[in-house]
């Protein structure tokens, strides 16, 4: 079964500072996606990745795609309090000529503080 | 506002009771899902309908029971819970199922059972 790994779990960090969050798979795949979710609320896309090298920002996260490495990244530049959220990757699989379905990581809760 | 709409946002429901979960969507899509989410964890895929057929159900026990009337609504039917099924439950769409769309989430119904 695919497994998606995520980390950091938690992640505080100080307003104005870059970190990155990975998100590592088990299987071969190039579809990737980031949602963000806030406390009680629903998931919201962020990021779509279908491609190796795919990479793609708004505001300040970027988000990129390394199939060969399964591995995709979240980066976060200059950090403000309304990042805070938990950010789940999640991997779509294809097993045999079953359809795709999402695999998710176990989420990276972010808190930015002043 | 999400453009997937759940009801109730909230339910309390004993353990001998049936109650029901409603999904409307109508952007079109083909493809609708429910997940459960316990807190502070990733959802958990439960049902895949697509094209109104269920085509993934991840071993479910059978007190939920789901229903696709028509293309644009997502049943949950639930009866005899256990309180261990106290949870957020999303229900989800995409274009359809072929992949490479990002899913759109609505903003749950939080379930407790006493």
């Known amino acids: 079964e695919l497994k998606v790994e995520q980390n950091p779990l938690f992640l505080s960090m100080q307003e104005g500072k870059n970190y990155t969050i990975y998100c590592n798979y088990s299987?071969?795949?190039?579809?990737l996606y980031w949602y963000r979710q806030d406390p009680g609320k629903s998931l919201e896309s962020l990021f779509v990745?279908?491609?190796?090298?795919a990479v793609k920002q708004e505001g300040r996260l970027m988000a990129s795609l390394d199939t060969k490495a399964r591995l995709s990244t979240l980066h976060i530049t200059a950090a403000v309090h309304d990042l805070s959220a938990t950010y789940f990757c999640?991997?779509?699989?294809?097993?045999?000529?079953?359809?795709?379905?999402?695999?998710f990581g176990r989420g990276t809760q972010l808190t930015v503080w002043p | 506002d999400t453009e997937v709409t759940q009801t109730p946002k909230h339910l309390v429901m004993g353990m001998t009771n049936k109650k029901s979960l409603k999904c409307e969507q109508h952007?079109?899509?083909?493809?609708m899902y429910w997940y459960k989410q316990k807190a502070k964890k990733p959802p958990e895929l439960m049902f895949v309908?697509?094209?109104?057929?269920?085509?993934i159900n991840e071993s479910v026990p059978s007190r939920f029971s789901p229903e696709c009337p028509n293309s644009s609504l997502l049943n949950l039917h639930l009866h005899a819970l256990q309180p261990e099924d106290s949870a957020l439950y999303l229900c989800?769409?995409?274009?359809?199922?072929?992949?490479?769309?990002?899913?759109?989430f609505g903003d749950g119904t939080r379930l407790s059972i006493l």
């Open positions: 990745l279908l491609s190796n090298g």
């Open positions: 989800a769409s995409s274009q359809d199922w072929s992949g490479g769309q990002p899913q759109h």
């Open positions: 952007m079109g899509h083909r493809a």
């Open positions: 309908y697509s094209y109104e057929k269920l085509s």
């Open positions: 999640a991997v779509e699989f294809h097993r045999g000529s079953t359809l795709g379905r999402l695999y």
């Open positions: 299987t071969t795949s190039d579809r």
